[in-house]
C-alpha cells in the first residue's frame, strides 16, 4: 500500500504526505508549512507537490514557504485559481494529475467552496477530498448549495469502496454525535460511534477511513433526497453536541 503520512496542523486540521514514490511526496492542502517542513525531514522525503483541494487559508497557508523551500509544483482548483497563492498549475474535472507511476483523476465536488475539487488515485485507492467528505459528516455549505453537495456526495459514492478517504479535519466524534440523532438504529453507525469514542480517547486520529465506512454509517452520503441532505445540514448546523 502507498504510504500517505498525517501531519496535524493547527487544532484539527490534516495535511497529508502521499509518498508516491520512494523519498518524494506530494504534500495535500498544506494548512502551514512549518510542520510540513518537519515532517519531511524527519522522514526524508523531497516536495514535488503541492495539491490544494480549495482555498480556505486552512488548507493553503503553507503554500508559498513549502515552495520556498523546496521548489515543488502548486496544483489547485482552477475555479479558484485566483485564492491560491503560487498557483502553478490549475485543473479541474476530468484533469489527470501524474506523480510517479500514479495517476490521479480531478473530480470537481464544488459546494463547501464554488470551485473545490478532490484528488482520486485509483492505483494508491486514495482519495482527497479536503472539506467535502468528513467521516460520518460533510463540509459547511459556505458558498455552495444542498443541491451542490448531492452532486459532490453522488460522485464520491460511486468510487471503489476500498478507497482510503483522507480528509482534511478530524471532526469525527462531533459528527458521530450527529449522526445517531438522525440514525438512531443503525447498528453499523453505533458500533463505529463506540470504536471512535475510544480512539478519541486515545487521542488517536480517526482519519483515514474507508468509503464503505461512510456507505454504511453516514447521513449525508446516505441521504436519499438533496431536500434530506439539506435537512439534515442545517441542523448540523446548530448542533450542540
Ligand atoms: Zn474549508
Ligand atoms: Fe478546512
Request: hydrophobic share 45%; with cysteine.
Amino acid at each position: 500500500m502507498v504510504p500517505v503520512h498525517r501531519v496535524p496542523a493547527f487544532t484539527d486540521n490534516y495535511v497529508w504526505l502521499f509518498e508516491y514514490a520512494a523519498g518524494r511526496c506530494a504534500v495535500v492542502d498544506p494548512a502551514d508549512a512549518a510542520p510540513v517542513l518537519a515532517a519531511v525531514e524527519r522522514l526524508g522525503l523531497r516536495v514535488s507537490h503541492i495539491l490544494n483541494t480549495h482555498w480556505h487559508p486552512d488548507h493553503v497557508g503553507g503554500n508559498l514557504a513549502i515552495r520556498e523551500a523546496t521548489g515543488c509544483t502548486i496544483i489547485g482548483p482552477a475555479r479558484e485559481q485566483p485564492k491560491i497563492p503560487g498557483i502553478d498549475r490549475a485543473v479541474d474535472e476530468g484533469d489527470t494529475v501524474t506523480l510517479g507511476e500514479h495517476r490521479g483523476n480531478v473530480l470537481f465536488v464544488g459546494a463547501h467552496t464554488a470551485g473545490h475539487i478532490a484528488f482520486h488515485f485509483p492505483s494508491a485507492s486514495a482519495l482527497f477530498c479536503g472539506d467535502t467528505l468528513f467521516a460520518m459528516g460533510c463540509g459547511r455549505l459556505f458558498e455552495g448549495t444542498a443541491d451542490d453537495m448531492f452532486r459532490a456526495m453522488a460522485k464520491l459514492k460511486a468510487l471503489p469502496p476500498e478507497t482510503r478517504v483522507f480528509c482534511a479535519h478530524e471532526y469525527t466524534l462531533s459528527n458521530a454525535r450527529f449522526a445517531v440523532t438522525v440514525e438512531p438504529d443503525n447498528a453499523a453507525l453505533h458500533a463505529r460511534f463506540e470504536a471512535v469514542q475510544k480512539a478519541r480517547a486515545m487521542d488517536e486520529p480517526t482519519v483515514p477511513f474507508t468509503l464503505a465506512e461512510e456507505l454504511a454509517t453516514n447521513p449525508f452520503l446516505r441521504a436519499a433526497s438533496v431536500a434530506e441532505l439539506a435537512e439534515r445540514r442545517s441542523a448540523k448546523d446548530v448542533f450542540k453536541g
